[in-house]
């Protein structure tokens, strides 16, 4: 990884961008694209677009999100506690004792999640924390010394953990899904630029806002676009570490490369070329499977307007929507490789259909 490259990253992850508030981080992968397109455009909730040869017919999307989970407050009690409500997939049970950054128009408010201490619980009656049970505690003792703060219902709450690198190997942090996928598809633009390479058709790369409540920018950016084809990116669960039951969530490591996705919202053409790059050029990868929907923006690709020709790279990581969600630094290189392998051999106008 190249030290501008962390550089943009770490500031990038460390940027607090929750669904619905992602405009600060995007902002960053914003000015970091720049020098690698010809013009961009953002649309109404936030989406960034990145574009190279916009005035090309055949249109080729590789895409992001740029949202991360948080908290919403939702009632600040006379003694100054406030309760939360989730802002996407947030974990009750991994906050208790965790720092918090409160945003206001005032500015960030520091506050924690208080929990009793063992002492004091009864064994008996020891239950995991819950949405209702977890509270936050930014020091004031009244509801008024909580509003003079600048917090109201609706301010954001976010986990101020910030990135790290462990064992040299592995970056770890919070907000890595998905915005490690925003810093891959970035860098497979610097790639085609530093590499001159010129594409016979247009390239979007879309930084979208929002999946984590239901893919809600995906959608509204692929009917604005209408690509011809479109490769996502996000993270999936290493099964490694205990707890988790490869019977169902499969064999996943971090460390052997990109998942490649087979499943219904997946064209199979299109994997298939994913795969053939892959082998030809000796980028390790893995396979997963998806009952139905993929969970991610694919679907909402898939099955936008006429129906676009979508495949799922993703890649693995661990303690997914928490705080030191992990990922491994040659599986991040090799995502953008997959990305941009793909690309320098794809044909302009080139016919993804199963048959004509």
Excluded at 20 to 43: N, S
Excluded at 88 to 109: C, E, F, Q
Aim: hydrophobic fraction near 40%.
């Amino acid at each position: 990884m190249e030290k501008e490259s962390y550089a943009f990253l770490e500031k990038y992850l460390n940027t607090a961008a929750p669904t619905g508030f992602e405009a600060e981080g995007q902002k960053i992968w914003l000015e970091y694209l720049k020098p690698y397109i010809d013009e961009y455009f953002v649309d109404t909730y936030g989406t960034v677009v990145g574009v190279i040869n916009p005035q090309a017919e055949y249109k080729v999307v590789i895409e992001a999100h740029a949202d991360e989970i948080a908290w919403f407050v939702n009632y600040i009690t006379d003694q100054g506690y406030i309760y939360v409500r989730r802002n996407g997939g947030s974990d009750a049970l991994i906050a208790p004792s965790k720092r918090v950054n409160i945003h206001t128009a005032k500015g960030i408010v520091k506050a924690v999640f208080g929990w009793p201490a063992i002492h004091v619980r009864k064994i008996d009656q020891d239950k995991a924390p819950t949405i209702e049970t977890i509270f936050l505690d930014c020091g004031a003792t009244t509801r008024q010394e909580v509003e003079d703060m600048g917090i109201h219902v609706g301010s954001v709450i976010t986990f101020e953990d910030e990135l790290m690198v462990m064992n040299e190997k592995f970056l770890v942090g919070r907000a890595l899904d998905n915005r490690i996928g925003g810093y891959m598809i970035a860098e497979v633009a610097r790639m085609l630029k530093n590499n001159n390479k010129t594409l016979p058709f247009g390239l979007y790369i879309v930084n979208a806002v929002q999946e984590e409540i239901g893919l809600r920018g995906a959608e509204m950016i692929a009917h604005r676009i209408k690509p011809d084809v479109a490769i996502i990116t996000d993270v999936t669960h290493d099964t490694q570490a205990p707890m988790y039951e490869k019977k169902v969530s499969g064999d996943i490591h971090c460390g052997k490369g990109p998942v490649i996705t087979y499943g219904p919202a997946v064209q199979n053409n299109v994997r298939d070329m994913l795969i053939r790059v892959a082998q030809e050029k000796e980028i390790p990868f893995q396979r997963a499977s998806a009952t139905r929907a993929t969970g991610t923006d694919t679907d909402a690709f898939a099955y936008s307007h006429e129906g676009v020709a979508a495949a799922l790279i993703s890649l693995p990581l661990k303690y997914m929507h928490t705080t030191v969600e992990t990922v491994h630094k040659e599986d991040v290189a090799n995502v953008s490789k997959l990305i941009y392998e793909f690309l320098v051999q794809l044909e302009t106008n080139y016919d993804f259909r199963y048959f004509k």
